[in-house]
């Protein structure tokens, strides 16, 4: 098949949609097919240019943030992309559209449908669903006919979990959903690598401390506020040490460190930033629990990333826990996470035995290649209803 994309995020810019979008145009190559992805301009990245057998052009764009999107900067993507587009398809036949996500790249779909007969298929990344970021309520409000137009006219819609499922379909139910989950590059992430284990100053683990790890963007909802002050009481419980390393940045870094000063849990507590794939290996490699207090996902990469290391998994029930947890971990509210934290930290035995399930889960059942073939299966039946 001849496949187009249409995103506003491919990395290095995005989050884990950007990242989605990457290992499934990856393995879309490695079955054999043609590759091609519309996204947009970031500094001084080029316009166009082949990787992994990805044919990647960049449209210009305002955008200002390597891991934050405005409307506005969507906007001028989707007005971008409009006119690159055109052009794009009268120069090659295109079997299919895959677009990320129904906002802001929906109405690209809609158009290659109409004007030129491309069926398309919608990837849901969450925020894209009227309903998921309060910040832009009033324009989704205003957008909302176009929204089920998109929606009504797309091939498939496509949710990477249960939870965004039912949240898409209590915006609008009459069109069916498919769940495809995420995946994980299981070959990269994995105990068998060639990283030894250690820590971050380079020595090796002290396996008398049990290391507790933490990733994502630092936004309110992600829910360590509730950890953090609780960090001493842990410590306590245990008779042990028990550290919390926090990977990653954002706008609620400040206020975390704050909570982290006034609590008095700073010598529990480390913020390291944001880093890349390469280092992020050393700290999954280097914990014994893998934390998402979060309020809302869609369906985290961070945990496939932690279950393909073989780290035993404590979630809230937010967007893919349903689909991730099944006996290599837990799933609790945030009343009672700081105490299921608590005793999976003094339970070794057990958090052993869900890391050696959650490694065998990401293996089997969440390798990119087959999110990527059933992907295609989905594309296959595009157009002909």
């Known amino acids: 098949m001849n496949i187009l994309i249409v995103s506003h995020e491919y990395p290095p810019i995005g989050g884990g949609g950007a990242n989605a979008c990457l290992n499934l145009a990856k393995n879309y190559s490695s079955l054999g097919h043609k590759v091609t992805i519309l996204t947009a301009c970031f500094r001084q990245l080029p316009l166009e240019e082949e990787s992994d057998n990805v044919h990647i052009i960049r449209t210009w764009a305002l955008r200002k943030k390597e891991d934050k999107s405005t409307f506005l900067e969507m906007f001028s993507y ?3 992309a409009w006119f690159k587009v055109g052009k794009i398809v009268k120069k ?14 929906g109405p690209i779909g809609l158009y290659l449908k109409k004007k030129y007969g491309i069926p398309y298929v919608i990837r849901f990344g969450g925020g894209d669903i009227p309903g998921a970021q309060k910040r832009f309520s009033l324009v989704y409000k205003i957008l909302s006919p176009a929204i089920r137009c998109i929606w009504k006219n797309a091939d498939a819609l496509v949710a990477n979990s249960e939870v965004l499922k039912q949240r898409a379909l209590r915006y609008e139910s009459r069109y069916p959903i498919e769940i495809i989950s995420n995946g994980v590059d299981s070959d990269f992430f994995t105990r068998g690598g060639v990283y030894e284990k250690q820590d971050k100053t380079g020595e090796s683990k002290d396996d008398k401390e049990v290391h507790v790890l933490f990733v994502s963007r630092l936004i309110q909802g992600k829910g360590l506020q509730y950890v953090i002050p609780e960090m001493k009481r842990v410590n306590t419980a245990c008779g042990w040490r028990v550290s919390l390393t926090i990977v990653g940045d954002g706008p ?7 909570i982290t000063s006034d609590s008095a849990t700073g010598a529990y507590v480390s913020f390291v930033g944001k880093k890349n794939k390469e280092e992020l290996y050393q700290y999954y490699s280097n914990a014994d629990l893998f934390i998402l207090p979060s309020e809302s996902e869609g369906m ?3 945990v496939l990333e932690a279950m393909a ?8 029930p937010c967007g893919g826990s349903k689909e991730l947890i099944a006996g290599n971990g837990r799933i609790e509210p945030i009343e009672r996470f700081v105490d299921a934290m608590t005793e999976m930290c003094k339970d070794e035995q057990g958090r052993l035995h869900m890391g050696k399930q959650s490694e065998l889960l990401a293996r089997t059942k969440f390798g990119w290649q087959e999110k990527a073939k059933e992907y295609i299966k989905l ?7």
Do not use: A, W
């Open 92 to 105: 090659d036949k295109f079997d299919v559209c895959q677009i990320f996500f129904g906002i802001p790249s």
């Open 379 to 385: 594309f296959q039946e595009s157009g002909k209803h």
């Open 78 to 80: 989707l007005c971008s």
């Open 252 to 258: 609620y870094r400040g206020e975390l460190e704050k």
């Open 309 to 316: 290391m073989g780290l035993p998994i404590l979630m809230t």
């Open 300 to 302: 985290p990469n961070v």
